[in-house]
């Protein structure tokens, strides 16, 4: 006779509380990192933060770099919910628009709601990248991971034949790479004090000169203007 079978417990109130511990735990790292940097945040500092044992950190994230790709990758996407960017509605809204000035407006609201989130977090990982080999090949892997969402702005541009003649789908995407950057963001909004309105009003002229056929006036659509 086979031995029975052990059901596992669910506590939904034990789930809530570990769900809560976590949340804590990120947002008090999160707060370090931008403050102090990767590289000087350890995980004492982080359980002092969050008013948590060192060793509860260590159980809900074996190590600093579990911790601190955990809380960027929630503030890029801005949940927790497991869809990547390029499968959200406001990015596929993006690349469904034909109308290339509004395409670009589109994704230049998405991009700047991002860096919002997560711009100062994104530097701090490329600061300390140089004394990290994990936290180096983290960053690497999210350039990449950037770049490749981003070329299906570009391609979907292509596409609808709203690219300037001439300019490649690779050309494109290394431009949009470079204007719609968390180094130009920080630069802008942090370093010029420009607000998030002029940021955003920028960087469409900058995109829709560069990218677009037809666009070479300096003008920008706002995206929250459309003509019916």
Not at 18 to 27: D, F, H, K, M, S
Not at 175 to 204: C, F, N, T
């Amino acid at each position: 006779m086979a031995p029975p079978v052990k059901r596992q417990y669910r506590s939904p109130a034990r789930e809530r509380a570990a769900a809560q511990t976590r949340a804590t735990i990120r947002e008090a790292a999160a707060r370090l990192f931008v403050e102090q940097g990767y590289a000087l945040t350890t995980m004492r500092h982080v359980a002092d933060e969050a008013e948590v044992s060192e060793r509860t950190v260590y159980l809900v994230f074996p190590t600093k770099l579990d911790l601190f790709g955990e809380v960027i990758g929630i503030a890029m996407a801005g949940d927790d919910q497991p869809i990547p960017i390029a499968q959200r509605p406001e990015f596929l809204e993006a690349l469904g628009e034909k109308d290339g000035a509004r395409a670009l407006a589109l994704s230049v609201e998405g991009a700047a709601a991002l860096l919002e989130r997560a711009g100062s977090l994104i530097m701090a990982g490329y600061e300390s990248a140089g004394a990290d080999e994990g936290l180096r090949a983290a960053a690497r892997g999210g350039e990449a991971a950037r770049a490749q969402d981003l070329r299906l702005v570009t391609e979907a541009l292509a596409t609808h034949g709203a690219l300037r003649p001439g300019l490649t789908v690779d050309e494109a995407t290394d431009i949009l790479l470079a204007l719609a950057s968390p180094q130009v963001h920080q630069m802008l909004r942090r370093d010029r004090g420009r607000s998030l309105g002029e940021y955003k009003r920028m960087i469409r002229i900058a995109l829709q000169s560069a990218l677009l056929a037809g666009h070479h006036d300096g003008n920008a659509v706002d995206p929250t203007s459309r003509a019916e």
